[in-house]
């Protein structure tokens, strides 16, 4: 798991942060050992690339690299036979005014792996809910799935740690509208979700703006026409997203950031299926990440509709 | 033996046509890019007029996306997730933008004010020429029509038909950098600076197919009355 930027410097989760923990009181151990204990733990103070090795030794270890004053970049590991920790800063994909290529403070990524079972190949999670499929959550539940995005099963576990996470951690995991590819998109309301359930009139997956038309009740029978803006085509082709699942006709709740300047537009942010299974797009960070670090790109919610938790 | 007229020839051909070919070494270019991030100035220097334009922007009007029209190479290359597509030719370079399918030539020889439209359905975006500095090619930019340059980095920044640019294209093997630099003295007080990096990716550009009804959400927008 990881993030980019660490901290939430404006909006309204401006303060939110992550891993600070894991920064600081891994620096603290490090200052806290005697020269000698320093000597064999630091395997050099030239921290101007990426590591994470994720692989396991045979007894326990806590290894440093980079620098140990309180603003330093680093990368440290602690590794048994039974567990493996590894954090590692590196550097900027997406925050503007970083310089690519040199290593920060608000890009973290860390890797948990315990090898001798339970270890995320398992995806225990994804077992249990194909056994035993949950109910469909309120709102407020699903909005803190959000900060838990099921993308990818490997990541599954790790992020159901974060369901307090900040904003920087949902701008990672789900594609925001400043990362669509037009400015009506700035228009629209990032910090707090709104819910829409009705039924699907039209649905255009198109260039370069996406849209589904969906007639939404409200408590005394009046009908309302929502426009539900979504990604372009092409990219959500390239992103595996399955662009015909939702179709006319289909009773389906939508999660929307809300239009700024206009009423009853939203920017898609997923959708509950009738079945009560979920449809996201993992989005554009996810997929950029796949490309630079040349990973297989995988997004299930995207792919076919997943098990609500 | 000594070297005959007509056998010098040739010889100070190929000896001219080497040293042409190493002063214009071509960086290696070639290929589909994906944008993955970029550096804009915090304060892009804006004069008064260009203050008083940037306040007057209304994306509901003035975005260019809604009326299916690339308004600016720099608002191209600041869209996300359409790629681009770079092939060098002998005369030429062809970049294709799958954002808008705008399909632009840059030749590398002429003169900047003679040269045909770089894309030749939108001439709004203006007359490019470029050539070599190693293994950069650069590309200069004017007779762009007066609008707004970026909607998405800086929504609302202006351009006026003055403004040159200049981008700088940097190949870094699976890399590439882009350095762009506007020059507009009617909106701006200083050179604007901005820096977009690409990752080489194993795809094609797809068509983009841009209609005026899903542009424009076929004409809900309009409809729509402002909160």
């Known amino acids: ?309 | 033996m000594g070297i005959g007229r007509f056998q010098l020839a040739p010889l100070l051909a190929c000896a001219l046509i080497g040293t042409a070919s190493a002063a214009g070494t071509r960086g290696d270019l070639d290929g589909v890019w994906l944008f993955y991030g970029s550096q804009v100035p915090k304060d892009p220097a804006l004069t008064a007029a260009g203050r008083d334009k940037l306040e007057r922007y209304d994306p509901l009007r003035d975005d260019g996306d809604l009326k299916c029209k690339p308004v600016s190479f720099t608002r191209i290359m600041h869209t996300p997730s359409p790629p681009i597509e770079i092939r060098q030719k002998g005369d030429r370079v062809e970049i294709n933008y799958e954002f808008m399918d705008v399909h632009r030539r840059v030749p590398l020889a002429g003169k900047l004010a003679d040269v045909p439209y770089t894309v030749a359905d939108h001439p709004h975006m203006g007359r490019s020429l470029g050539r070599y500095e190693g293994e950069e090619l650069v590309v200069d930019t004017v007779d762009v029509e007066a609008g707004y340059l970026d909607t998405l980095g800086f929504p609302g920044l202006p351009q006026s038909a003055q403004m040159q640019t200049e981008e700088r294209f940097i190949p870094n093997g699976d890399r590439l950098r882009v350095i762009v630099t506007h020059t507009d003295p009617v909106y701006y007080t200083k050179p604007m600076v901005m820096t977009y990096d690409f990752v080489r990716v194993d795809t094609e550009i797809m068509e983009w197919g841009c209609t005026i009804e899903g542009a424009n959400y076929d004409n809900r927008l309009d409809a729509a009355k402002p909160k």
């Not at chain 1, 989760?13 to 891993?19: Q, R």
């Not at chain 1, 590894?86 to 005014?97: S, Y």
């Not at chain 1, 703006?209 to 969906?214: A, G, K, L, M, R």
Request: with cysteine; aromatic share 6%; glycine share 8%.
């Open chain 1, 1 to 309: 798991m990881g993030g980019e930027p660490i901290v939430t410097e404006s909006g309204r989760h401006a303060g939110n942060s992550i891993l600070q923990d894991e920064q600081n009181n891994a620096l603290a151990l490090l200052q806290s050992l005697n020269d000698e204990q320093r000597k064999a733990a630091i395997l050099g103070v030239d921290k101007s690339r990426d590591f994470l090795v994720a692989g396991a030794g045979h007894a326990t270890y806590f290894a440093w690299i980079g620098g140990s004053d309180a603003s330093a970049v680093f990368y440290y590991r602690i590794q048994s036979p039974v567990i493996l920790i590894e954090f590692d800063h590196q550097g900027p994909i997406g925050m503007q005014g970083l310089p690519p290529g040199v290593l920060t403070r608000q890009h973290i990524h860390t890797i948990v792996r315990t090898p001798n079972g339970n270890d995320y190949g398992k995806d225990l999670l994804r077992q249990h809910l194909e056994r035993h499929p949950h109910a469909a959550p309120s709102l407020a539940r699903r909005r803190m799935l959000e900060g838990a995005c099921t993308c990818g099963g490997a990541m599954r576990r790790t992020h159901t740690l974060l369901v307090s996470a900040s904003a920087a951690l949902l701008a990672l995991l789900i594609e925001l509208p400043s990362a669509a590819h037009h400015s009506v998109a700035i228009n629209f309301e990032r910090g707090e979700p709104i819910e829409v359930r009705g039924t699907v009139k039209e649905a255009h997956i198109r260039n370069p703006h996406s849209q589904y038309v969906v007639a939404v009740p409200d408590k005394d029978g009046a009908v309302t026409d929502w426009l539900v803006e979504w990604s372009d085509r092409n990219s959500l082709i390239r992103r595996k997203v399955d662009i015909d699942l939702i179709k006319v006709g289909d009773t389906v709740t939508f999660t929307l950031w809300p239009s700024l300047r206009l009423p009853n537009v939203g920017y898609f942010v997923q959708a509950v299926l009738a079945d009560g299974s979920v449809y996201r797009d993992c989005g554009f960070v996810k997929y950029r990440e796949a490309v630079v670090n040349a990973t297989q790109f995988r997004c299930d919610e995207g792919s076919r509709a997943a098990p609500q938790q």
